[in-house]
């Protein structure tokens, strides 16, 4: 988890009145807020496994969990997102200005308006599977991703897109790639060593074709 500073940018906030829906064959993607009160016990059970751990936060309670959440979606200007295909959550995404993320970060690349981050954490891998099935993708994670990097550049604010994984977190480094995100440079934050990777709408593109 990136460390986020108070809100000073509320206008980068992303407008939650966009709805963003897409068929698939006969089923549908959606992507929604996430609504803390009702949702929380979902993230938190997702966050406690053994591989979202390692990487994704500390252990916390369910309470201390919707503090966290609560605090930093309110003072901040991270936002979550869930995922959803036939009406169930198959990811959970946070989305944030760069700038209102860590100094660190903030100064580790020429950053500027319009540069946002985003960390993916998938549901529990049988879910997962049982509920993308028929979607019929050889890589799940990587069309959820890139679903929703089209969503975010529909939105005006949005021109660059950032991931920063722990070096060490191979698995994501590599969707990154696979989803069309170039590597930039390897980057000290405050909680980890980061590979920092940046994708553009063009770039998108070119991976989808």
């Known amino acids: 988890m990136i460390k986020m500073i108070k809100n000073t940018h509320q206008n980068d906030r992303i407008n939650l009145k ?35 751990k390692k990487f994704w936060a ?22 979550l997102f869930f995922i959803i295909v036939n009406q169930h959550p198959v990811a959970l995404v946070e989305v944030y200005p760069v700038q209102c993320a ?10 500027r308006a319009g540069d946002y981050g985003i960390h993916l954490l998938l549901s529990p891998h049988r879910e997962l599977i049982a509920f993308t099935s028929n979607l019929r993708k050889k890589n799940i994670s990587v069309f959820l991703l890139q679903s929703m990097l089209e969503f ?34 390897t980057i000290q934050l405050s909680t980890k060593v980061a590979s920092l990777f940046m994708i553009t709408r063009p770039d998108l593109d070119k991976a989808l074709k």
């Open 102 to 111: 860590e100094e660190s970060f903030v100064n580790a690349y020429e950053s």
């Open 58 to 79: 500390e252990e916390k309670s369910l309470r201390d969990l919707y503090n966290f959440y609560h605090s930093v979606t309110t003072n901040c200007c991270l936002q």
């Open 152 to 185: 975010l550049f529909t939105l005006f604010s949005v021109e660059r897109i950032l991931a920063e994984p722990d070096v060490n977190n191979t698995n994501a480094c590599k969707l990154a790639i696979r989803s069309g995100f170039i590597f930039q440079k």
């Open 18 to 52: 966009i709805v963003y829906n897409k068929k698939i064959g006969e089923s549908s993607l959606s992507i929604r807020e996430v609504n803390l009160l009702q949702d929380i016990e979902t993230i938190h059970r997702w966050t406690q496994l053994a591989y979202a």
